[in-house]
């Protein structure tokens, strides 16, 4: 498939997408704690911490509390985790916490990503659709060499994906009509709302997601177009390698 | 001054300090209009143009309309303007006020802007605090080479400056306090909101803006630095070229 001539702009998933979450928040959490003599299966942790994601969001969805950037979310999800292994101030104090928290603005990316969103670039406007914070966001961008043309998302929405308006206000920011912007995940439920909200999709599969062969391999909904890198993708919309 | 400790951000006004907006929308206005056989004094078609920017965005900052993107306002006022010079739609003709609202996506940026980024960069996030929409300022960053972290300001916020919300959003979305944040503008009255949000501010003079030796040459109020150009600030803030 070569693009559609109407679509204008790619909107990316980040976490799980574009960057190894789990791996990098194993690394960073067996760095800052295992020198305080804390030893768990960090992987575990990782998924533990991410596992409080969505019902924190679903607080804010469902208006039980305003808006709230995600870090602010994975601070109170970290304290969740802690106590649940019992792990006090005593053990990891609050500097120890702050620092901890910041490990998701140091997410390592899939090897694909840069040079598949450099191709992308010379054809779409870019820009991440993620439920994190700019200044998260930010930071990723700057670790991973990702040229972005604005970010937009949860924090420019004032709310979190899968609500219709995350994908919708994006679109509109770049001065598309749904059906001009593709919304590009490895998630089927996020494409399954960006559809919904009549984007355009892209599934891109990361089967390791959680894990080696645990993430999606192929999409389990219904797509515009599916690929295993972003370099495929890339091909894939007619971005050919020449300037 | 090297800058102190604190600021981890500067904000970028930009019509009029990073962008000459009136040479600019002189020539892409020339370029569209006259082979449809008008001729007009261009940069008092410009001034004129522009003389319409601060009622336009009153009528939201007063809440008597709903925020409405940049574009949009522009648009609003081309017609106010063409209409003011007995233009009429079988004169200039409805695409072609479309393409000419989007010279505001294709301004020239003042020569020292782009290297100056680029040193700023190293040391601090960068983002522009302006009026303009995100397609627009996304256009002009592609446009003249300007690297941003994030694009903040009045779409984020909703508003338009000087309303104090959008200094403090967009220092917020950088997990800045309003003293972290710096802002960088040519113009006396956006640089004292600032401060009176809790800001950091810097001047650049821009003295051609409305024509040669008609734009602030100094600021008019107290400010934290003063410049001639973003080079000069990148060395004032400590910013040297190292890598």
């Known amino acids: 498939m070569s693009a559609p001539q109407c679509i204008r702009a790619l909107l990316f998933d980040v976490f799980g997408t574009l960057v190894d979450w789990r ?10 704690l295992s020198p305080r003599g804390i ?18 969001m679903e607080q804010v969805r469902s208006g039980r509390i305003p808006f709230s950037k995600l870090d602010d979310l994975h601070r109170r999800n970290l304290d969740i985790v802690l106590e649940r292994l019992a792990l006090g101030t005593n053990r990891v104090d609050e500097a120890t ?10 997410l ?19 820009a991440p659709c993620s439920n994190g914070n700019i200044s998260l966001i930010a930071d990723l961008a700057r670790r991973n060499g990702f040229v972005w043309d604005a ?37 089927s439920s996020d494409l399954a709302a960006a559809a919904a909200a009549g984007l355009r999709t892209a599934f891109v599969a990361r089967p390791d997601e959680y894990g080696r ?16 890198s972003l ?13």
């Open 23 to 32: 791996g990098s928040i194993a690394r960073e959490a067996r760095e800052l």
């Open 39 to 56: 030893c768990v299966d960090w992987e575990a942790f990782a998924d533990a911490w991410r596992g409080e994601y969505q019902p924190s």
């Open 97 to 106: 916490r702050t620092e901890l928290n910041l490990a998701w603005h140091r």
């Open 108 to 126: 390592d990316a899939w090897p694909d990503v840069a040079p598949g969103l450099a191709l992308l670039r010379k054809r779409f406007r870019l």
């Open 151 to 187: 970010i937009l998302g949860a924090e420019f929405a004032r709310d979190y994906k899968p609500k219709p308006v995350v994908y919708l206000s994006s679109a509109a920011a770049f001065d598309c009509k749904p059906e001009q912007a593709m919304m590009v995940a490895a998630h």
């Open 213 to 228: 062969g645990t993430g999606e391999s192929r999409a389990g909904v219904s797509v515009d177009v599916s690929v295993s």
């Open 231 to 243: 370099t495929e993708l890339a091909h894939r919309l007619g971005c050919d390698e020449s300037p």
